[in-house]
């Protein structure tokens, strides 16, 4: 009787959890989203496999409480919602200023937390990331570089082979071009500045192109009150990084106190005939009067600086882990589903594929490591003390390859040529010495 009461036992223990309380941390815009997002993946994805989620969510505005569906619990402050219910899965969506103190009150009051998804940067500063490490150590996380989940990559995936095929083989990396920013002088929420911008187009190098461990070399930052209301903030930054996994360089302009929204990565690659496709990504553009990301692969003529367009399109298939049209297509709930996905499959079961589009912790860190070295303290960033004018907004630096005169372009690549570093000599084989 006892043995067949322990098999009993072990069998109930062993059956996967189906019913989720979930805790989403601010309810502002982008918590509007993740909730949303959440309610669909909830409803199309995982109620089929019989599981549940019950979605609460804590935010001190009133309006943004009132905006919220019915069936979402709300609260005005941390505490009352972990007296009510502890959750299973917690979304962070507070502002970044607030992560760090909400990450120790959750971690303190729920030891059975199974999962964090959050906003990017985890933490304003590396050193408090590093403080709760160990907590999130013990649980799924999962970052949000929304940018990461863009249809622009797996549409480039696609394409690059063959460029490489018309080219005679083997494209070589040369560098990157990132632009990243938009005009904040109106908002006085509170902010660390371009670091927190900076965050997408330094994952996208380091992650979605394979060049991490990004080391500034040099560069030259404005700092200063963005508005009367702001923090004193680093608020644009212009700057030469390098990869240390691959050597490859990174130049890189960030801004908020660009004249309007702008988001490219463009990524150079040497030829086998040497001559260099670019390959530029756009994000959140303006296509058929909805947001939309654009990608376009260019073929330059190295000697004259002359630009062929080889492609030009803007993807709108994103892999979300449902078939197409079940879930909505933007990169929210490719966020929510895949996470959640991952998240519920059982570690050795988990698709690598699947995986490799997330951040986790270590990518997290990784990046948070990148981003930190946009600092004041910085003896590598020259920084000038100057509050920002609204009436004296700036252009990015460096426009469309397509747009470009042939001599610009010329002095584009000029300038990644220049940050070349060969490749470390390889010492000279020498037979082992035999005593």
Not at 99 to 121: G, N, Q, T, Y
Not at 304 to 326: F, M
């Amino acid at each position: 009787m006892t043995e067949h009461i322990r098999d009993d036992f072990d069998q109930q223990a062993q059956q996967p959890q189906k019913h989720f309380h979930v805790l989403v941390l601010g309810a502002g815009v982008m918590g509007q989203r993740h909730i949303a997002s959440m309610r669909e993946v909830a409803e199309k994805i995982l109620a089929p496999r019989g599981i549940t989620l019950d979605i609460a969510a804590v935010d001190k505005s009133e309006a943004a409480r009132a905006a919220l569906p019915p069936a979402v619990k709300s609260y005005a402050d941390m505490d009352a919602a972990l007296a009510a219910q502890k959750p299973d899965i917690a979304l962070m969506a507070f502002n970044d200023d607030q992560h760090i103190s909400a990450f120790r009150k959750l971690f303190d009051a729920c030891p059975d937390l199974k999962a964090v998804l959050a906003e990017k940067p985890l933490t304003e500063h590396l050193r408090e990331a590093r403080e709760i490490e160990p907590e999130l150590r013990k649980r799924y996380l999962s970052m949000n570089t929304v940018a990461n989940f863009s249809p622009v990559f797996d549409r480039l995936r696609e394409e690059l082979p063959k460029l490489e095929a018309q080219t005679g083989g083997n494209l070589r990396p040369l560098g990157f071009e990132a632009i990243w920013g938009k005009n904040r002088t109106a908002d006085t929420r509170p902010s660390i500045g371009v670091p927190s911008e900076s965050v997408h187009a330094l994952s996208i190098i380091a992650d979605m192109f394979g060049h991490g461990r990004l080391s500034m070399e040099a560069g030259d930052a404005r700092k200063g009150y963005l508005s009367t209301k702001a923090t004193d903030v680093i608020y644009e930054i212009d700057a030469t990084f390098r990869s240390g996994k691959t050597g490859v360089p990174a130049l890189f302009h960030a801004s908020y106190v660009f004249e309007s929204q702008h988001r490219t990565v463009t990524a150079y690659y040497r030829a086998a005939d040497n001559s260099v496709v670019a390959a530029e990504l756009d994000f959140d553009v303006k296509h058929n009067g909805q947001n939309a990301d654009r990608l376009r692969l260019h073929r330059i003529d190295a000697s004259s600086g002359k630009v062929e367009t080889l492609l030009d399109e803007y993807p709108d298939k994103i892999v979300n882990g449902a078939p197409q049209g079940v879930l909505r297509g933007d990169r929210i709930t490719a966020f929510i589903s895949l996470s959640l996905t991952d998240f519920l499959t059982p570690p050795q079961k988990r698709d690598p594929a699947l995986a490799a589009r997330l951040s986790n912790l270590d990518a997290a860190l990784e990046v948070q490591g990148e981003v930190e070295q946009i600092n004041p303290q910085n003896r590598l960033l020259r920084t000038v003390q100057v509050d920002a004018d609204p009436q004296k907004l700036d252009k990015p630096k460096y426009t469309s390859i397509a747009d470009a005169p042939a001599d610009e372009v010329k002095g584009r690549l000029s300038a990644l040529e220049a940050l070349q570093k060969p490749a470390p000599p390889r010492p000279a084989w020498k037979p082992p010495v035999r005593h």
